[in-house]
């Protein structure tokens, strides 16, 4: 049995700043790509960023510049610093993981629960 456990979320003015975290936990033999994606009311779920295990980072054009994605490989989890947020920025925000439960297994997706970040004008 595989969770993700997304915290972090919560109500801040434009311009500020939240720290989403998401930490996996379980049969876990390894981890590959970890990211978070966000939906809106009325929309559908898009990408945030991505990281890959050895760190590579890939980012929405919506959030390069302000939000950062980085991973504590031994502890499991991944993080998301999302600075100067505007109002567009207010979603459910949903991470993921690519988990292996063993060596001979290939990787199944995981996600999390959902983290409500609101921004307010």
């Known amino acids: 049995q595989v969770q993700l456990v997304e915290s972090g979320g919560g109500l801040v003015q434009a311009g500020g700043s939240l720290r989403l975290s998401c930490a996996a936990s379980g049969s876990i033999f390894g981890i590959n790509a970890m990211g978070w994606y966000r939906q809106a009311p009325g929309k559908q779920r898009e990408l945030v960023a991505t990281?890959?295990?050895?760190?590579?980072?890939t980012y929405a054009d919506y959030v390069k510049g302000r939000f950062t994605i980085s991973r504590d490989n031994a502890k499991n989890t991944v993080y998301l610093q999302m600075n100067s947020l505007k109002p567009e920025d207010t979603a459910v925000y949903y991470c993921?993981?690519?988990?292996?439960?063993?060596?001979?297994?290939?990787?199944?997706?995981?996600w999390g629960q959902g983290t409500q970040v609101t921004v307010s004008s």
């Open positions: 993921n993981a690519d988990i292996a439960l063993s060596v001979v297994l290939s990787t199944v997706r995981y």
């Open positions: 990281i890959t295990s050895g760190g590579t980072t």
